[in-house]
């Protein structure tokens, strides 16, 4: 028996069944659903969130791992109540995604890993919700000198309290391989981190690489191709095949990197987004486990992914 925090309290793993490894409700700035709400829509975007998680909980998911931080414009209140309604349980997150507030670029890894611990152990706000995992993110040009003041943190913070740590990175320049190389430094086990956004590469021997080192794959961006052109959906689920049939199953996990509400740089308007993935949350269960079975992968390999490796994961 080993219990994770959840938005709703501590559950058991055994409880977390079908589990989107990186997901989130809403994606904005640091500050503004709690400044600006009606930048937002946040009544709206709870609604949305209601509606499809609960659509999504009919179909089978049961869990998703919501890895929003400060500076994505996490909204603790309204991931919670999002949660409670919809009834797919959310583990939140700490840590810091790309926008690394400048207060922290001359801080030490210690100070923020403090911040960190007391959202593990404390709470968020003013709440006692309890982040469940830490986030870290490096992007296109590898880690930047304040990226490895967070990814010091974040190995700080998951080692004195044994949390796992997510990584969001840039895998066509095989960024992952620098984020292990300062978990290793900073005497880390691999077996808690987990690189995610890996299935914007098609490199087989990158993404082995990371698994023979320990650490864990997320092949969570999906249906993928939009902005950056490639890979398509099936060419990422021909790459999963592959780690599967190369006896890598045990080491892989799957989600979208969806959000209801999307207030960051991009090209996406609402529109385009709904025509892009018109299933949203359940474009895997639609779209690529039928893929998955027509290509022979069995139940229990596809119940490994979904279920198996990140009650794993989350019990390391
Ligand atoms: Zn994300």
């Not at 995992?133 to 974040?154: F, M, Y």
């Not at 998951?158 to 190389?181: C, D, F, L, M, Y």
């Not at 995610?196 to 993404?207: A, E, K, R």
């Not at 794959?217 to 049939?245: A, C, H, Q």
């Amino acid at each position: 028996m080993t219990s994770i925090q959840t938005v709703l309290g501590p559950i058991d793993t055994s409880k977390l069944g079908q589990t989107l490894s990186h997901e989130h409700v809403i994606v904005s700035s640091g500050g503004i659903p709690q400044i600006y709400p009606e930048f937002i829509k946040r009544d709206e975007s709870i609604n949305k969130g209601i509606a499809r998680l609960s659509e999504a909980k009919k179909e089978g998911v049961d869990t998703i791992v919501d890895v929003t931080t400060l500076d994505l414009g996490r909204d603790i209140k309204l991931i919670e109540t999002v949660s409670r309604e919809s009834g797919v349980n959310i583990i939140c997150a700490t840590g810091t995604w790309r926008d690394i507030p400048r207060a922290f670029w001359n801080s030490t890894p210690d100070a923020v890993a403090n911040l960190y611990k007391r959202e593990i152990t404390q709470g968020i706000e003013d709440t006692n919700i309890k982040a469940g995992i830490i986030k870290v993110a490096n992007d296109k040009g590898g880690v930047s000198r304040e990226g490895e003041i967070i990814l010091r943190a974040a190995a700080r913070a998951s080692k004195s309290t044994n949390t796992p740590i997510s990584a969001h990175t840039w895998a066509p320049e095989r960024v992952g391989e620098q984020q292990i190389r300062i978990f290793e430094d900073e005497k880390v086990d691999l077996n808690k981190v987990y690189i995610g956004h890996s299935n914007d590469t098609t490199d087989i021997f990158y993404l082995e690489g990371l698994m023979d080192k320990g650490a864990w794959v997320g092949l969570d961006r999906y249906p993928g191709g939009r902005e950056m052109g490639t890979p398509k959906w099936e060419e990422r689920t021909e790459t999963l095949i592959k780690l599967i049939s190369d006896g890598y199953g045990k080491k892989l996990m799957i989600g979208h990197d969806w959000s209801v509400t999307l207030n960051i740089a991009s090209n996406d308007t609402e529109t385009s987004r709904n025509k892009y993935n018109p299933d949203d949350y359940l474009f895997i269960h639609r779209n690529v486990i039928p893929y998955l079975k027509n290509s022979g992968i069995t139940q229990e390999q596809i119940e490994d992914i979904l279920i198996n490796n990140p009650k794993k994961f989350f019990e390391s």
